[in-house]
Nanobody, 119 residues
Framework: QVQLVESGGGSVQPGGSLRLSCAAS????????MSWYRQAPGMERELVAS????????NYADSVKGRFTISRDNAKNTVYLQMNSLKPEDTAVYYC????????????WGQGTLVTVSS
């Protein structure tokens, strides 16, 4: 059974930092590309960043370039999102996605973790 469990969300002041984690199980983590998405209230879900199975990072959203870093630890079956210099517009539910790990090769999603940036 494929499971993705996000953690690390919370409330932080503007300029602060958070590190999100997504623990994966039920599939061969090291062979799958992983992504972080986010969805703000009333908005569509958007791609934040992706990382290939090789560790190469791709697809950073313009709004987070230079502030967010995606990484992975294949030994721990975990993908991370380090978020620095947080802004109120970063407030959203953050989801991780495992490409091709779901039914019939679809993506598998976690349940999300809420990040709130407010003074």
């Amino acid at each position: 059974q494929v499971q993705l469990v996000e953690s690390g969300g919370g409330s932080v002041q503007p300029g602060g930092s958070l590190r999100l984690s997504c623990a994966a199980s039920g599939f061969t983590f090291s062979s799958k590309a992983m992504s972080w998405y986010r969805q703000a209230p009333g908005m569509e879900r958007e791609l934040v960043a992706s990382i290939l199975s090789t560790g190469r990072t791709i697809n950073y959203a313009d709004s987070v370039k230079g502030r967010f870093t995606i990484s992975r630890d294949n030994a721990k079956n975990t993908v991370y999102l380090q978020m620095n210099s947080l802004k109120p517009e970063d407030t959203a539910v953050y989801y991780c996605k495992a490409w091709g790990a779901g039914t019939d090769g679809a993506g598998a999603w976690g349940q999300g973790t809420l990040v709130t940036v407010s003074s």
